[in-house]
């Protein structure tokens, strides 16, 4: 699937411009692989800044990740491969 804007959003940031800020992501149609694709936030490329946080919930609600800004030069960026949490509920 592609990016979809509307399920983007800053959670916090820093009146400090040095500290990252967190955002969030809801890619429930995505794999966690796709999202960390290079320029899979394309459209965001002046938003997000090398250093910046974003927790993602994908996989039909499955899975969720935290993933780190590797790159971002204005023209291409880059995330980490997540770390991985898996959604259990066993109550």
Same mark, same amino acid.
Do not use: E, H
């Given at each position: 699937?592609?990016?979809? /804007? ?8 820093? #009146? ?8 969030? =992501?809801? !890619?429930?149609? %995505? !794999? ?7 320029? =899979? ?9 090398? #250093? %910046?946080?974003?927790? !993602? ?7 969720? #990740?935290? =993933? /780190?800004?590797?790159?971002?030069? #204005?023209? !291409? ?15």
């Amino acid at each position: 699937m592609a990016f979809v /804007l509307a399920n983007f959003a800053r959670v916090s940031s820093s #009146g400090n411009t040095s500290a990252p800020t967190i955002w969030s =992501y809801n !890619a429930t149609a %995505d !794999a966690q692989a796709d999202i960390d694709a290079a320029d =899979y936030f394309l459209a965001v490329i002046n938003q997000v800044q090398v #250093g %910046d946080v974003l927790i !993602a919930v994908t996989d039909s609600n499955a899975k969720y #990740g935290t =993933y /780190l800004c590797l790159s971002n030069d #204005g023209t !291409a960026i880059d995330f980490t491969n997540a770390t991985v949490g898996t959604v259990t509920d066993s109550d």
